[in-house]
């Protein structure tokens, strides 16, 4: 049962243009998400969040959705670099367990 | 610069072997995690410890798999024996609650790439 769910799995993208990355849930129980990015042979590391009483923070280039009707959240990237190349990973948590349930991840190509 | 580092980086052995992947999570972390990564799943969480003691390990599959704490800067995940469908990437994370304050993030290692033939 996936309950975190990254229906793309590559995106390509132009330098300069905008990177929309998805991720929609089923439970309507989690409260808090995250948004991790991984470079290869690297860990993830974490790149912004977002609670659910809010449907929007940005960070810089970055910035999170979250619609809690549609149960779906999305990653802008504006303007696009090729530095931000790698994979991306939504992930959700519910109340204060401390436990992430992740994505299976978008590969994000942007090219010059 | 704390990091959680993990050993060894890179394993490759042959089925019916046991391997022990072994983390040390960021110093004064008190949660520590043990995810796996595949094409198919994304990231897996296996088991995860506060304060040592285990807190959920339903991930894991209890025949083969087990993890442990042996001390606050060491932890271990084992698989006796390793089949060929084990072949990963494992990530151990750590990160800091303090009485009911949330985790709002982990950080993790760079990853055990385990290979079994």
């Known amino acids: 049962d996936q309950q975190v769910k990254q229906n793309s799995p590559s995106l390509s993208v132009q330098e300069g243009r905008i990177s929309i990355l998805n991720c929609d849930y089923t439970?309507?129980?989690?409260?808090?998400f995250l948004w991790y990015k991984k470079y290869p042979a690297e860990g993830p590391t974490f790149l912004i969040s977002i609670s659910s009483i809010k449907d929007k923070n940005e960070d810089g280039r970055f910035t999170v959705f979250l619609n809690k009707s549609a149960k779906h959240l999305s990653l802008h990237i504006v303007p696009s670099q090729p530095g931000d190349s790698a994979v991306y990973f939504c992930a959700a948590r519910r109340n204060q367990g401390g436990k992430l349930i992740f994505g299976q991840g978008t590969e994000l190509s942007v090219k010059p | 610069d704390a990091r959680v580092t993990q050993t060894p980086r890179h394993k490759v052995t042959e089925m019916g072997q046991e391997v022990t992947m072994r983390c040390q999570p960021i110093l004064g972390h008190n949660t520590v995690f043990w995810y796996r990564q595949t094409m198919m799943q994304g990231l897996e969480l296996l088991a995860y410890?506060?304060?040592?003691?285990?807190?959920?390990d339903s991930g894991m599959p209890k025949d083969r798999f087990s993890a442990e704490m042996p001390d606050a800067t060491l932890a271990t995940l084992k698989i006796q024996p390793s089949e060929p469908r084990d072949s990963a990437v494992y990530f151990c994370?750590?990160?800091?609650?303090?009485?009911?304050?949330?985790?709002?993030?982990?950080?993790f290692g760079p990853g055990t790439r385990l290979t079994v033939l």
């Open positions: 439970n309507s129980m989690f409260d808090y």
């Open positions: 994370a750590s990160g800091l609650v303090l009485g009911g304050a949330r985790i709002n993030e982990q950080f």
């Open positions: 410890f506060r304060n040592r003691a285990p807190l959920d």
